[in-house]
Structures are given as structure tokens and as C-alpha cells.
């Protein structure tokens, strides 16, 4: 353990002023002004800006009316507003949520004491205290310890530099004794002191070195195809519409108005049908809506690293967890200490420390606390922080042998520390080799407990003396350890040797004495067979990886209700090995637990489900953890995890537990449906509009809808309706659903039956409306009949909003969770009513009398009951 003085608070200040602050300067992002400019050069505004040119040439010349070419510029001017003010909006709260909830947390050395700090009050001159799996935080040099370093964000090298003891260069990256910022350590620990700080380490001098490239996940690529494929549909009607235009000015009306006018009005009619028909509110739906769940997945522990890993967990089908601290509670306690019982074919259980022979207990108190990646921090204010570092594991073993209270009271320790080698998930194995003031030297080491009392040839008995360990004796250990794994107990194996620390436990043959197992329990989280249960009804296969063995790893599935049937399949690190890939996918639908695994057994399953078409989350907290986490399709950081293991994941889950990972998924599946109810409302419009659009011209309208009116509708269409439906709650019937399949087209068959049935009821009700005399005899006069009919299209869409948000019969079912939804809606009929009486001339609107907004309700709410009848007849032929 490592003891280090450290700064008071006035040098941490002095330090500060001469050195500068560790904060780095972000390279600025787009700004308001780019984002708005970059979307005035959207092609969509860019031939809005066409029209408005035509339009304005029309207007000198008297062909044209001036209001339409303002009401264009108005268009263009709200709608790339409203767009740019959400989008940059909900981006900058994306990364300040990101940025805050990401900082990493630091093991400095202060005022006599290990203090957690975060990153960027770090200061030169602080000794930090750095273990397998930290990100490094500044550019220093290591003063203590041997660390191996991935320098590969700065240099590109692929292979880990070894890190020691010595006079260091900072400048130079190929100095062995000096350590950089952004750099990983993977494997070892060590003390380093700290040289350079924030700009001035290399890191913060490559700029590039902070932007990072966002994947585009599967669900913005499938709304990208379809964005193309609507606005294709838009460049086919928009021509057909002129030519029916020209056809019914020409030849039905004789051309009673000149040509050129004909042919500039059918030019801009066109443009306006693309400009509807085209979904230039997608992105800022999928910008806004990912952005407010980003929000509310933060306060349930949830960070989100990459955009793409909320979009796919909606689509997961396959989850692959670790056991400690997301099925179990992940707050370990050592329960006892089994020694082999002296005379006898078995094991004897001491609870605590003090209760073993002295000569024993010393040795165990020994290996307990040196060999640990541990911190003794003995002023430390909150008990919380008195053992800090290491694994869970390593904090209980501390906390067993009562390190937090003897490590502050010895005055000077009988032994030095010769050599160390970390565990890890690979080797399976810690070990420290301590040399006594009389000159012997020991080895102590800890590990998965088959493997250490498969190397030992000895142990030690009650009286302290090493005696040969007879092969029936250790056939009876295996049988008491198997035992104890069965009833979910870890257990940890502590042996002891005069050799040198292997590379290996291979290298070792008998040469252990076994000291005896620390027993540790980690108990099931209260909620954990809860949430499995729901991802299981979810349709989300569940699969515990763990390092334990199997008969622990067995016992934790049973109760957490992973394994629930006989053919149900517990596989070891071994016996996965043992199958081909072809044999793997076989067993893999009936696969709940892989125990003794290793990093490169979590690569393999990946790989295997995706092969299989399957969706794959994956959650790693170690430096291994890696590859699988960055080749699943999300990957699972967990909170209490290095820092390694964070940067490859899409997601990381802060309080590390698996109900968390399902609120991931049901937000994801959320997100969906959302875009998807958008959709269908944009759509449904589309279908209308173009349709009246197209059939105006031969019930005797010029313009069913003028310009003016449809650019109206456009903007309630688009940009209001993505607001709308961006803030719809994640309801429980989401997790009851099965997965989205990996090539599964967002619009499916009942929201193409709601489109077109819909759409056309609309149009039907619409041509009803223009052509039935006892319809116009129900207005007074022509001004007043053409003004009620805007205001009931634009109607008859806002009340299709409840009918889109629900997929069942429950109009108003969990309306208020969505305040932002009837923000919107109520927006709309109150502008629509103020145009009615203000629009004039430019909106070719009059006043309306109390009859007529009577009638206009009457006709615009049919499409309510018109919905749910179509919901009902549609669901009684589902069932």
C-alpha cells in the first residue's frame, strides 16, 4: 500500500495560480449561427427560395399577389428558426448532461489522505494514485509502482509501453517513466507525480484528440431512407399536379387567364406539394425526442455516450450481463475463512480474523492486505472513502482482515515490498512477493480457488507448519468448495510460496501452501428478478457472464429466475471453448449463464448472436472488456467500471444495475414509437393534402388550398407536430412487446392502414365538403364556405394527433404525461381561429360566425369516430 503526504490546500491553490486549471479547452462545436446557416442551405428551403424569387418577379409584373411571396419568406424564415433554436437546443443540453455525468473522479493524495477529485482539480505537484483500467488524467511521471500503458490515443502504437520508477521527460513520448493524459493503464498500478496540467499536456495540444466520431445508429438510417423515399414521392406528385392544373386551365377553363400565368401558378403549386410532402421536421424530431429521453434516462442512472445506443436498445434481443453489482447488489462482505481442519478430510469455517491460530492469522492478515490494489485512506472524513481502489472483491477482503483500522496504527511495517503483479480477468490471479527484516522472502498469492489448490502441493495447519496435502484431502476441499459455490458463495483461494511471481499458474507445479478460502457473499439485488422477468416478457434473452464459478454463478441465476427449466444451459469458460461455432449457435437460444469467463469468450458470443441476426447488448466494467463492448451493437459500461471500459461503450449504466439497463431499453422502444406515431401523422397529411392537391383543379377549384394556406399546414405538419409527439411517455405495454428485428421497416402494416384510411376518409369528407350544394348552403357566402374549409383541414390534422398518439380505443389515455402534446394541439386551434378573423386578403380567410365554427367542428372532429371505428372493426379481425 502506498503512502504519500500529498498537497495542503493553499499549495493545491499556489499550484493552480502558477500552473493553470486541468480543465482542456473544448474545441468549439457548431455554433447557432453555423446550424442556422447550414439549414438555410437545406434543398427544401433552397427551392422554397427559388419559389420566393419567381414569385416576387410575378408580383412587379402584376401576375402574382405580393403577400404570397412574403408569406414564402415567412415560411422559410419560421420554419428553419423553429429548427435550428430545437435542434441546437436539445444538442447543447445533450452534451452538458454528457459532460457533467462523465466526469472522471480521481485518487489524489492530499493533506495526508487519499481524496476522490475530479479531473479537472487536479493541479501539478499532486501524487495520484493510478490502477489497471484508469484513463490517466494528466502528464506526470511514476514515482512508485509499474504500471503498462495503451498510449495508442496519442501515438497509435497498439502495444502497452512499460511504465517505471525514474527521471522523466514529459516532452517525449517514448519515456519510460513518463505517463500522459487520455492515455489507459492496463495493467499494474502505481503512484505517479503530476508535470503538466490541462492545454499544456500533449493531449490538450492536439485538438483533434477531443472530437470524437458519432455512429449513426439503425434507427436514424432507416429514417433516412425513408425521408428519401417520402420526398421521391413528393418530386413525382408535384409534376403530376402542375400538368392537372394546366389541363384544367387550359382546356376546361379555355384559358380564360394568360399562360404564363397558368404555367407560374401549376410551377409554384409544384414546389408547394414538395415542400409538404417533404418531412423537413424528421431531423429535428429525431434530434429533440432523443435529447429529451437522454434527459430523463440521466435520473435513472443512465448516461448516454453514443446517440446510436438508446436508438438500437430498442431493437436488443439479446443481453449479456455481468453478475457483481448488476444481478447482485455488488456491496461484497467477506463472511468467513475456511483452513483445512487439522487430522480430518475437510474444512474448518473461522468468521472472523481473530478467531484463526496466530501464526495463521498473521499470514493471512498479511496476504489480505499487500496483496490488494487497495487504499487505506486513515483521515479520510467519510466512511466511505477509508478503503478506496481496487475491485469489490479486493475492498471486502480489506475490510475483512480490518485493514482500515491496523493499517493506521502500525508505526512501521516487518516487510518490503519486492514485486507485484495485478489481477486480472485474464490470469485469474493476484500476487505480491514481500521480503522480512530477517532477510526471507514469500510470495503471497490470491485467486479463482480450483485453480490455486490445483498448484498446491502443501498447506498450512493450525500450528502454523507447512505439511504435505495428501490427494484425498484435496479431493475433499474441491468437493467443501463446490459445495459452498452451491449455496452462492465466492470463494477467493490464498496460498503462499518461497517462488518467485509466475506469469502463470501453469509455470507453478505443487509449489503452493495452501492458506485456506475467504468466503464472500454478494446478495441478490431486491429487483433484479423483477426486471429480468420484464425483459424476459420484452422478449429480451438474458444471459449472466461471470467469473465465478459455476456452481455460484448456478445458484445466483436460480434465484434471480435465469434459469427456470432442465433445459436450460450453464456453460464454463471451458466447455464453451470446447464447442465450435456451429455447436455455439445451437445452444446459444438456451444459453443463461457462461461461468469462469473470459474477455475473449465475450467476443466470441457476440460475434456468434450476430451471425445469428440477433441484437446484442453486452456490459463489461474491465479493461478486457473492450473488444466485446465496442463490437456489440450496445455496449454497456458500467458505472463503478474502469475507465477503459466506459470509452468503448455506447451507453453507460451509473448505478451499474440491470433494472437501469431495461429503463434503457423501454426508453428505446419509446423513442420508436414516438418517430413512429410521427410518421404516421406526417403522412396521413401528405396523403390529404396532395390529394386534394391533385383533384381541386377538376371539382372546379383553382386552389382548393392557396399557397399561403398549404406552406400553414406545412409548418403544422412538420415542425409543431415533431414537438408534439417528442415528449410522449415510455408506457409499460412498450416492455410487453417483441423486439424491433434488425431489418424491420419503420412504417408497418397498421400504420399504413391508418395512413391511407385516414388520408382518404379526409380527402373523401374534403371533396364532400367543396362539391355538396347542401354543404355550401350552409355558409353564406362563398368567402366565408373556402375560409371554413382551411379551417377544417387544418382541424380535421390537429384532432388526428389523438388518434395517432393512441394505438387502442383510450383516447385520452395517459394524455397528461405529454403536457408539451397539448401545448402544441391547443397552439394550433387558437392560431387557426385568430388567422380565420386577422388572415384577410393574404390568408384568404373572412370572419367566421358562431354557425359556422359550429359546423366546422362538426365536420373537422368526424375523423375521431371515423378512427376508432376503423380501430375497432381492425383489432376484432386481429383477435
Known amino acids: 500500500m502506498y503512502h504519500f503526504k500529498g498537497l495542503s490546500r493553499q499549495e493545491v491553490e499556489a499550484s493552480r495560480t502558477k500552473h493553470g486549471s486541468n480543465q482542456i479547452s473544448v474545441v468549439e462545436s457548431e455554433t447557432f449561427w453555423d446550424k442556422l446557416l447550414g439549414n438555410f442551405k437545406d434543398p427544401m428551403i433552397i427551392i422554397l427560395t427559388v419559389a420566393l424569387v419567381i414569385i416576387t418577379i410575378l408580383a412587379l409584373l402584376h401576375y402574382a399577389e405580393w403577400y404570397e411571396g412574403v408569406g414564402i419568406a415567412v415560411a422559410v424564415v419560421i420554419a428553419t428558426l423553429v429548427s435550428t433554436i430545437s435542434e441546437f437546443k436539445n444538442e447543447q443540453t445533450f452534451q452538458k448532461l454528457q459532460e457533467e455525468a462523465s466526469k472522471i473522479k480521481v485518487n489524489v493524495f492530499r493533506e495526508n489522505s487519499v481524496a476522490v477529485v475530479g479531473i479537472d482539480d487536479i493541479v ?23 504500471v503498462k500503458v495503451s498510449q495508442a490515443a496519442l501515438t497509435g502504437e497498439p502495444e502497452p509501453r512499460k511504465k517505471t520508477p525514474g527521471e522523466a521527460d514529459v516532452e517525449n513520448l517514448e519515456d519510460d517513466h513518463a505517463v500522459f493524459r ?26 483533434e484528440g477531443l472530437n470524437s466520431d458519432e455512429r449513426l445508429g439503425p434507427l436514424r438510417v432507416k429514417l433516412a431512407k425513408l425521408a428519401d423515399q417520402i420526398a421521391l414521392f413528393g418530386y413525382i406528385a408535384a409534376p403530376l399536379i402542375a400538368i392537372a392544373f394546366l389541363f384544367k386551365a387550359i382546356y376546361i377553363d379555355g384559358g380564360t387567364k394568360p399562360l404564363i400565368y397558368n404555367i407560374v401558378v401549376a410551377l409554384i403549386l409544384a414546389v408547394i406539394i414538395i415542400v409538404v410532402a417533404v418531412p423537413e421536421g424528421l431531423p429535428m424530431m429525431i434530434a429533440v425526442v432523443l435529447a429529451q429521453n437522454m434527459r430523463k434516462l440521466l435520473k435513472s442512472n443512465v448516461l448516454v455516450r453514443q446517440l446510436l445506443g438508446v436508438e438500437t436498445s430498442g431493437s436488443l434481443n439479446l443481453l449479456f450481463t455481468d453478475k457483481t453489482g448488476t444481478i447482485t447488489k455488488g456491496q461484497m462482505e467477506t463472511v468467513g475463512f475456511l483452513a483445512v481442519a487439522d487430522g480430518e478430510e475437510g474444512m474448518k469455517q473461522y468468521a472472523s480474523l481473530d478467531e484463526l491460530p496466530e501464526k495463521n492469522a498473521r499470514l493471512l492478515d498479511i496476504s489480505l492486505r499487500e496483496n490488494s490494489s487497495c487504499v487505506v485512506n486513515c483521515n479520510a472524513a467519510k466512511e466511505s472513502e477509508r478503503i478506496l481502489g481496487g475491485n469489490s472483491t479486493d475492498r471486502a477482503l480489506v475490510k475483512f482482515a480490518q485493514a482500515d483500522v491496523k493499517e493506521c496504527q502500525y508505526e512501521e511495517k516487518s516487510f518490503e515490498r519486492v514485486d507485484e503483479l495485478q489481477f486480472n480477468s485474464s490470469r485469474k490471479f493476484a500476487a505480491v512477493r514481500l521480503k522480512e527484516k530477517d532477510g526471507k522472502l514469500l510470495t503471497y498469492l490470491k485467486g479463482a480457488p480450483e485453480r490455486i489448490l490445483d498448484k498446491c502441493g502443501s498447506f498450512y495447519t493450525s500450528q502454523g507448519e507447512v505439511v504435505a496435502l495428501s490427494a484425498t484431502q484435496k479431493e475433499a476441499i474441491f468437493k467443501e468448495i463446490d459445495s459452498r459455490g452451491d449455496k452462492g458463495f465466492r470463494l477467493i483461494g490464498i496460498a503462499l510460496t518461497e517462488e518467485e511471481i509466475p506469469a502463470s499458474l501453469d509455470e507453478l507445479s505443487d509449489h503452493l501452501s495452501l492458506l485456506g478460502f475467504a468466503m464472500i457473499r454478494d446478495d441478490l439485488r431486491p429487483d433484479s428478478a423483477a426486471t429480468i422477468k420484464e425483459l424476459h416478457s420484452a422478449g429480451i434473452q438474458v444471459v449472466m457472464i461471470t467469473g465465478d464459478r459455476k456452481g455460484t454463478a448456478e445458484a445466483i441465476a436460480k434465484d434471480a429466475g435465469l434459469i427456470t427449466s432442465s433445459e436450460d444451459i450453464v456453460l464454463t469458460s471451458e466447455e464453451l471453448g470446447k464447442l465450435s461455432d456451429q455447436e455455439l449457435k445451437g445452444v446459444l437460444p438456451r444459453l443463461r449463464v457462461v461461468a469462469r469467463c473470459f474477455p475473449s469468450d465475450k467476443s466470441r458470443l457476440v460475434k456468434a ?27 454497456f459500461g458500467l ?11 455506447d451507453i453507460v449504466v451509473l448505478d451499474d444495475n440491470i433494472s437501469s439497463i431495461a429503463s434503457a431499453v423501454h426508453y428505446g422502444r419509446t423513442i420508436y414509437k414516438s418517430i413512429q406515431k410521427f410518421i404516421t401523422f406526417q403522412l396521413t397529411v401528405n396523403v390529404a393534402a396532395i390529394s386534394i392537391a391533385f383533384l381541386g383543379p377538376f371539382l372546379g377549384f383553382e386552389l382548393p388550398l392557396t399557397v399561403i394556406q398549404l406552406l400553414w399546414v406545412n409548418l403544422v405538419m412538420d415542425t409543431l407536430a415533431a414537438l408534439a409527439f417528442s415528449g410522449e411517455p415510455p408506457l409499460p405495454e412498450y416492455m410487453e412487446e417483441k423486439p424491433k428485428q434488425r ?15 385516414n388520408g382518404f376518409f379526409m380527402t373523401a369528407l374534403c371533396v364532400l365538403f367543396l362539391k355538396a350544394s347542401f354543404v355550401h348552403n350552409l355558409f353564406a357566402n362563398e368567402e366565408v364556405f373556402m375560409t371554413a374549409f382551411f379551417a377544417i383541414f387544418v382541424f380535421l390534422n390537429n384532432f388526428n394527433k389523438f388518434n395517432v398518439r393512441v394505438e387502442d380505443m383510450r383516447l385520452f389515455d395517459h394524455i397528461t404525461k405529454n403536457k408539451g402534446f397539448l401545448k402544441v394541439v391547443g397552439l394550433i386551434f387558437l392560431v387557426q381561429v385568430i388567422i380565420t378573423y386577422i388572415g384577410g386578403e393574404v390568408f384568404r380567410t373572412v370572419a367566421l360566425g358562431a354557425t359556422d365554427w359550429f ?24 383477435a
Open 124 to 146: 501539478v505537484g499532486d501524487y495520484i494514485l493510478l490502477q489497471s483500467g484508469d484513463k490517466i488524467p494528466a502528464d506526470g511521471s511514476v514515482v512508485q509502482g509499474k
Open 182 to 207: 487520455g492515455t489507459i493503464v492496463e495493467d499494474g498500478e502505481a503512484v505517479i507525480e503530476v508535470r503538466q496540467v490541462g492545454d499544456k499536456t500533449h493531449l490538450g495540444r492536439l485538438a
Open 609 to 635: 448472436a450476430q451471425e445469428m441476426g440477433m441484437v446484442v447488448g453486452m456490459t463489461g466494467d474491465g479493461v478486457n472488456d473492450s473488444p466485446a463492448l465496442s463490437a456489440a451493437d450496445i455496449g
Open 639 to 649: 458505472g463503478s467500471g474502469t475507465e477503459v471500459a466506459k470509452e468503448a461503450s
Open 743 to 757: 431489418e424491420e421497416n419503420i412504417i408497418n402494416p397498421d400504420m399504413w392502414q391508418a395512413i391511407l384510411a
Open 855 to 878: 359546423w366546422v367542428l362538426l365536420f373537422s372532429i368526424l375523423i375521431i369516430p371515423f378512427d376508432l371505428a376503423r380501430k375497432a372493426i381492425f383489432h376484432k379481425k386481429k
